[in-house]
Structure formats: C-alpha cells, structure tokens
C-alpha cells in the first residue's frame, strides 16, 4: 500500500490546524481541539500534575494508546 506524504516541499514547513480549536485527531481518535496544560513543575506534586496532562493530552489526541 502507497502512503500519502504530507508535505508540500515547502521551505517553511507544514502545519495541521489554523487554529487552537480546529480538531485533530490520530490513529481513527475522534479529533479535539488544542489540549491545555498544566504550568512547568516546580516540585513533585506539580511535575506529576503536568506528567498527568502531557498523558491525558496525548491519549487524547491518539499519539498513545
């Protein structure tokens, strides 16, 4: 099976989306708009509150399973 490429060759790259509220989605996810997320980490209970959204967003998204 061919794949599709995603690029046009151009020298300013590609960008999915125009805005943080057009929906993506990967892998037959249902898309979502842009994922919020926590503030830097700055002990444990704030890296693992952000470790926790980075996780959240990226299931969301599809990127993980």
């Known amino acids: ?3 599709d490429e995603l690029s046009k060759l151009n020298p300013d790259g590609t ?9 993506i989605g990967f892998h037959d ?3 979502v708009v842009q994922q ?5 980490g ?3 209970a704030t890296t693992q509150t952000l ?3 980075v996780r ?10």
């Open 1 to 3: 099976m061919a794949k």
């Open 15 to 23: 960008s999915l989306g125009q805005s943080a509220s057009d929906k």
């Open 29 to 31: 996810t249902t898309p």
């Open 36 to 40: 919020a997320t926590a503030a830097a």
């Open 42 to 44: 700055t002990d444990a």
């Open 51 to 53: 470790a926790n959204a």
């Open 56 to 65: 959240t967003a990226l299931l969301a998204y599809g990127l993980i399973a």
